[in-house]
């Protein structure tokens, strides 16, 4: 089940990003808190998916830009090892774009998908989304090498 995020799924979203982040593989953030402060942006608007009464994924939808770049939306998506595979992160890809065309934004930007990170640039590919840039060298993954990363884009109109 997919809805939007309460305060009292803060535990849940929080041991979602322990595991992002001790992986380190999808997100520049280092910290559970740098992850958290993306996540409970003000403007952004959060959702959850939810089985048997437990957090299993979220994204967040918000302006990818300020003043005149606010039509077009980010967004940043995680979901729990343990549900991985299973489809969660398609139903939160299909269900953020639905949200940010109900949102008014004209456009969905990914300014940082990890090249290594094939599922997600395979989902967003099958998702509608282009890749319209490459970053060289831009992510450092845990051992130390580092690797391009993707600006993927795609229109909501």
């Known amino acids: 089940?997919?809805?939007p995020a309460r305060e009292d799924d803060q535990p849940g979203l929080r041991a979602i990003a322990a595991e992002v982040v001790e992986a380190g593989e999808m997100y520049v953030y280092t910290t559970v808190d740098e992850v958290m402060g993306y996540?409970?942006?003000?403007?952004?608007?959060?959702f959850v998916a939810e089985a048997a009464g437990k957090v299993i994924g979220t994204y967040v939808v918000?302006?990818?830009?300020?003043?005149?770049?606010a039509h077009v939306a980010n967004a940043g998506y995680m979901v729990a090892r343990s549900a991985q595979?299973?489809?969660?992160?398609?139903?939160?890809g299909v269900h953020?774009?639905?949200v940010a065309r109900e949102l008014g934004f004209v456009a969905l930007q990914?300014?940082?998908?990890?090249?290594?990170n094939a599922d997600a640039v395979h989902l967003w590919e099958e998702l509608g989304f282009a890749i319209?840039?490459?970053l060289p060298g831009v992510f450092e993954r845990p051992s130390g090498e580092r690797v391009d990363a993707y600006v993927m884009h795609r229109s909501l109109e």
């Open 96 to 98: 953020s774009l639905e």
């Open 85 to 92: 595979g299973r489809g969660v992160g398609r139903a939160l």
């Open 1 to 3: 089940m997919l809805r």
């Open 132 to 134: 319209v840039g490459t």
């Open 39 to 46: 996540w409970n942006d003000p403007r952004g608007a959060c």
């Open 62 to 69: 918000k302006p990818n830009q300020p003043g005149r770049g």
């Open 110 to 116: 990914y300014n940082m998908v990890v090249s290594t």
